[in-house]
């Protein structure tokens, strides 16, 4: 004896709203990246790291401030905050890339994301963007209260704060490069684990690890290869950079000479090579 079937009207009813597209969704996972570097819409657990690495900087930034306001003294450039901050950024970007890369492995939902529209370049652009984001937030902000502190304070009016400006300028330039190369390598070698905590340690690694490196290279009796030690460590290679644009860094422990256009180089390849690698990395994720 066969039972009938029975149909359940249980309410669902057709989309009949607009289609959003590809646009979209990158915009909406570029927010949510952007959002999640800073821990918002998070617990509050996952606030505390992001916003005391953001309050560490603006201290930092403020007393600068004050000390030139009052004292008239430079003790940073903007270019030279970088530098000495790039520590804090190190840690910063050994958290935020596996939670915007491991984590989607680890749930499973970039068959999800791949279902729709949405394709592997979309996918890694708005990540790279979130990142970039948010690291150069976390430098440039701290800079403009650095500009605001000597453009209130000149004493040579309009002039004294439009050849601060031209400082400023820079130094954004310059906070720009250190993002885009820690973005490009945290978020390449965070898309090679799903678990966060390998993620970290090696994005620390890669920073860290090659640093004394450059130490061991730059005191070698060649010239050559003092000016070139700093090519070994993705932060000297910035410093470098820094230190051939502003033609000054007493801050760095080596000379660059003039290979400072081979530091040029080797950044933008670097960020290149990162994307590219991205890149295939997720068509490759995308077309299982």
């Known amino acids: 004896m066969s039972e009938a079937g029975v149909i359940h009207d249980i309410g669902y009813q057709r989309y009949t709203g ?12 570029y927010v949510h990246g952007l959002r999640s570097a800073f821990g918002l819409g998070r617990s509050a657990k996952a606030k505390i790291f992001p916003w005391m690495v953001v309050g560490i900087l603006l201290l930092v930034a403020v007393i600068l401030a004050a000390v030139r306001s009052q004292l008239g003294e430079v003790i940073f450039t903007y270019v030279q ?4 901050m790039s ?18 492995f680890r749930s499973g939902t970039l ?7 949405l394709r592997a370049a979309d996918y890694v652009l708005a990540k790279f963007a979130a990142m970039v984001t948010a690291v150069w937030l976390l ?11 000597a453009a209130f304070t000149t004493k040579t009016g309009a002039r004294g704060v439009w050849n601060e400006f031209l400082d400023l300028v820079p130094g954004w330039g310059y906070s ?14 965070a898309s090679l684990t799903g678990k966060q905590a390998f993620a970290a340690g090696g994005i620390v690694a890669v920073f860290l690890l090659t640093t004394p490196v450059v130490g061991v290279l730059s005191v070698l009796p060649s010239t050559t290869a003092n000016h070139l030690a700093g090519l070994v ?8 950079v820094g230190a051939w644009l502003s033609d000054s860094n007493p801050e760095m422990e080596f000379n660059v000479g003039q290979f400072g256009p081979i530091y040029a180089i080797e950044a933008v390849c670097l960020i290149a090579v990162c994307l590219l690698l ?10 299982l």
């Open 18 to 29: 607009p289609r959003l597209g590809r646009r979209a969704a990158l915009t909406a996972l």
């Open 81 to 84: 905050f970088d530098d000495q």
């Open 87 to 104: 520590w804090l950024i190190i840690f910063f970007v050994a958290i935020l890339a596996p939670q915007l890369m491991s984590r989607d």
């Open 111 to 117: 068959p999800l994301y791949f279902s729709r529209p």
């Open 139 to 149: 430098l440039g902000v701290p800079q403009l209260i650095m500009f605001l502190g």
């Open 176 to 189: 720009l490069l250190w993002a885009l190369l820690f973005s490009g390598i945290g978020l390449l070698i």
């Open 233 to 240: 460590s993705p932060m000297t290679v910035i410093a470098g």
């Open 278 to 287: 991205l890149l295939a990395r997720y068509r490759k994720v995308a077309s």
